[in-house]
């Protein structure tokens, strides 16, 4: 869900950048380019989500692998959720959008849920 949200805010994101770089570019006429273009650089790659999905979904794999383990596998889950949790932050910090922010919550909700239980799991 959090996938398909992140490629549904590209277009507006995409269309947002746009009209800030043309208000940018529209105030300070001595701005160089190719300066301009490294900073919108930087700005896509700082509101780039995909690696924190990319992760969530490496976790999502990790907690099945230790779910199907046999013994202690309590501390794994407490660590495992930690990261969860991080990567939920991350997501929510960098949405810049409505639906994607709520996505982020839901999945914080669930991770606390989540590490409720394993606070059970020897």
């Given at each position: 869900e959090a996938a398909a949200a992140a490629e549904a805010r590209r277009p507006e994101a995409s269309r947002a950048l746009g009209e800030a770089l043309a208000r940018v570019m529209a105030g300070a006429a001595e701005a160089d380019p190719a300066r301009v273009a490294q900073e919108l650089a930087l700005l896509a790659v700082k509101a780039d989500?995909?690696?924190?999905?990319?992760?969530?979904?490496?976790?999502?794999?990790?907690?099945?692998?230790l779910l199907a383990e046999a013994g202690a596998v309590g501390r794994k889950f407490d660590?495992?959720?930690?990261?969860?949790?991080?990567e939920a932050n991350t997501l929510c910090a960098k949405s810049g959008n409505a639906a994607l922010t709520r996505i982020g919550l839901d999945l914080k909700t669930v991770i606390d849920q989540m590490r409720e239980q394993v606070q059970n799991v020897e």
């Open positions: 989500v995909t690696e924190e999905i990319d992760r969530l979904s490496a976790h999502v794999a990790a907690a099945r692998g660590f495992l959720m930690q990261e969860f949790m991080r």
